[in-house]
């Protein structure tokens, strides 16, 4: 089985729900991180019940991939925070369709068609994660200036990416810092508010600056570094700020 979380996570293998949930991982160091595969093709909508879930009543009408991701990602939220003596936790959303964390947690959610990633440690922290597919070159032209200035493609061409994985790298991690200070800020804002300003491909982290508007008040550092795992098909990024 492939590896599912990034090589720097201390993780262990979960017992899937086949032929649903096809595998899972989770991690107590050094944060608290979670993911799995699923095949949508395989969801039945018992499998909510099954898991002790609860489909919202906009979700019971949606289409079936819809309700696998929703079922899919609930049941790894449950699982991680099984961890910290929360069992049979559901993850709600409120009208803007941010979670709702268990007092005391801060996560973040994300999935692209068949994958999980989850991340929630105890507050006070900011906690942001994403996870795309790659981009293919074509896309990546396309959407090049809609991401990221060209002095960051620059920035990470000289590094050695290609304009896929830059594309990808800086779209994701800009996700990553939006959901990591959305519930601060209280503010939408666009990637133009987030500027990438270096990159150590050795260490796989970037560096950022942040604008005012993207900034939380209570911090105190524009400048935040986000971890990030590139493969040839996905980008997985993730940072945790003031838990350490």
Not at 22 to 37: K, M, N, R, V, W
Not at 92 to 109: A, E, M, Q
Not at 194 to 203: E, F, G, H, K, S
């Amino acid at each position: 089985m492939s590896q599912l979380l990034p090589p720097r996570f201390q993780s262990v293998q979960l017992e899937p729900c086949l032929p649903f949930i096809l595998q899972a991982e989770i991690s107590s160091g050094p944060f608290h991180a979670a993911c799995c595969q699923f095949d949508a093709s395989a969801f039945t909508p018992q499998l909510a019940s099954q898991f002790c879930l609860v489909l919202p009543e906009p979700l019971r009408h949606a289409v079936k991939k819809r309700q696998a991701e929703y079922v899919a990602s609930r049941w790894l939220v449950a699982k991680l925070l099984a961890r910290s003596n929360l069992p049979n936790f559901q993850l709600f959303n409120r009208p803007d369709r941010s979670p709702i964390w268990p007092t005391g947690k801060v996560g973040s959610l994300s999935h692209h068609d068949h994958k999980i990633f989850t991340l929630i440690e105890s507050g006070p922290v900011w906690v942001g994660n994403d996870i795309e597919r790659m981009l293919t070159q074509e896309k990546a032209a396309e959407l090049r200036s809609m991401i990221m200035t060209a002095e960051e493609l620059a920035l990470l061409t000289q590094s050695g990416l290609s304009l896929s994985q830059a594309t990808t790298l800086v779209f994701s991690v800009k996700e990553t810092l939006y959901k990591a200070v959305y519930p601060a800020v209280q503010t939408l804002f666009g990637f133009e508010q987030v500027t990438l300003i270096a990159i150590d491909p050795q260490a796989s982290k970037v560096t950022v600056q942040l604008s005012t508007v993207a900034l939380p008040k209570a911090s105190r550092q524009a400048r935040w570094d986000i971890d990030y795992w590139l493969t040839d098909t996905e980008v997985m990024s993730w940072v945790v700020q003031g838990a350490l």
